[in-house]
């Protein structure tokens, strides 16, 4: 192992040099030149192979990359991820205004004694405010944004599927992974369902006892939604009737973009499921901004971003070009909840009216019950499709 200060130069394009930091255990990983595709794969392999088993924190030094693309960006995500995973920490440093730009991940700092700090007492260094990008870079940024969010959403959906992947091995005593990711997928597909949303199922339901997982349950017929008109292979459709619901509360709002969150269980969260017409930026923001469903119990208005000064949220919103938000429940006529549709709006001052309120909070009370009904009947059909095919 090299002492403190000690660095061990690479020949690989772009420059990296490797530094051990022994005072607080950590790695420093100075990278130089741009990281383009061919980049990010020197990039991984450095974050595989050069990270001493004992280093609590890996820092990324991109104080002299001048550019990094997609790529490179999707990189340094997922090795955040993995290490977090691992109990460790990934800290990146980036003075540069671009690349502070594009790479927006946990624990970024603009200057290498920060991200120090940081290992030395973490979560106790604040980062600092990013200026927003050049009018000439928008279109680029939009799109390394997009896939920042989609790169994020992944990144914490996958360890959910792989784990029930595992699972679905195991119990049915299956060849290997892609066998058991087969038999997941192929059910999710027959049954409109999203990969995430079967295998939290599976995660979360007792394992069958015999060859049937649900013996004598009673099957019912979808309850009606008289709030959207959909066709006879939608109405048990999960994506039409929640692209329905979003649509809708757009409709009566008339709001600029709407977003729906769902009750996350059993970690009792609120996860984004769908959005339209979010800024690329603002929906990056929702895709990690997982809040207790606790704190939701009935509709909140915010008539004026502007003047909410505690407000989490504010200054994404008012960047987005938001300005009031309106949030209603999805609650079951049992007064479970389900989720919550937002509204937002380009102009301040939003005070719904009671004809407003009144249509929306009809099509959320279908919506959950929809979705309570979903969960005991096309859910269960999907994992006893699975459990009849797995076998």
């Known amino acids: 192992m090299a002492g403190q200060g000690q660095s061990i130069a690479s020949t690989s394009n772009p420059r990296i040099t490797t530094e051990w930091r022994s005072d607080v255990m950590a790695v420093v990983l100075h990278v130089r030149g741009d990281i383009d595709a061919d980049g990010s794969r020197t990039v991984d392999h450095h974050l595989r192979t050069r990270i001493p ?25 997922e090795h955040a991820a993995r290490l977090s995973r691992a109990g460790r920490r990934l800290l990146v440093v980036a003075s540069n205004a671009h690349v502070r730009r594009a790479v927006d991940v946990p624990f970024r700092y603009d200057s290498l004694p920060l991200a120090m700090a940081a290992c030395k007492g973490p979560g106790e260094v604040e980062e600092h405010h990013v200026e927003s990008p050049p009018e000439n870079s928008a279109g680029e940024m939009t799109g390394l944004r997009q896939e920042i969010s989609g790169l994020r959403a992944a990144v914490r959906t996958r360890p ?138 009935a509709r909140a208005v915010i008539a004026d971003v502007a003047a909410e000064t505690d407000l989490a949220c504010r200054d994404v919103l008012l960047n987005a070009g938001i300005r009031a938000v ?45 979705l309570e009904w979903h969960n005991r009947t096309v859910l269960r059909d999907a994992l006893e499709h699975l459990h009849a095919h797995a076998r």
């Open 160 to 297: 959910v599927v792989a784990h029930a992947v595992g699972i679905i091995q195991e119990r049915y005593h299956l060849p290997d992974g892609e066998s058991a990711f087969d038999v997941l997928n192929g059910s999710a597909q027959r049954h409109n369902l999203g990969l995430y949303t079967l295998a939290k199922a599976v995660l979360g339901t007792p394992a069958p006892q015999g060859t049937t997982w649900f013996p004598g349950r009673t099957r019912r017929p979808a309850p009606s939604l008289s709030f959207a008109q959909l066709r006879r292979d939608q109405i048990r459709n999960r994506s039409a009737v929640l692209k329905a619901l979003v649509d809708a509360a757009s409709y009566y709002m008339q709001s600029t973009a709407a977003a729906l969150h769902l009750v996350d269980e059993p970690a009792g969260v609120l996860r984004l499921e769908l959005s339209s017409k979010t800024s690329p930026a603002l929906t990056d923001y929702l895709v990690g901004a997982e809040e207790p469903a606790s704190s939701v119990t």
């Open 326 to 370: 309106q949030s209603t429940p999805l609650c079951t006529d049992e007064n479970r909840l389900m989720g919550v549709v937002t509204t937002y709006h380009a102009q301040s001052g939003l005070v719904p009216t009671k004809l407003q309120c009144a249509r929306l909070d009809h099509a959320a009370t279908e919506v959950a019950t929809w």
């Open 53 to 77: 088993v004992d280093a609590r924190y890996v820092v990324a030094d991109l104080d002299m990359v001048g550019s990094i693309g997609g790529p490179g960006v999707r990189t340094l995500i």
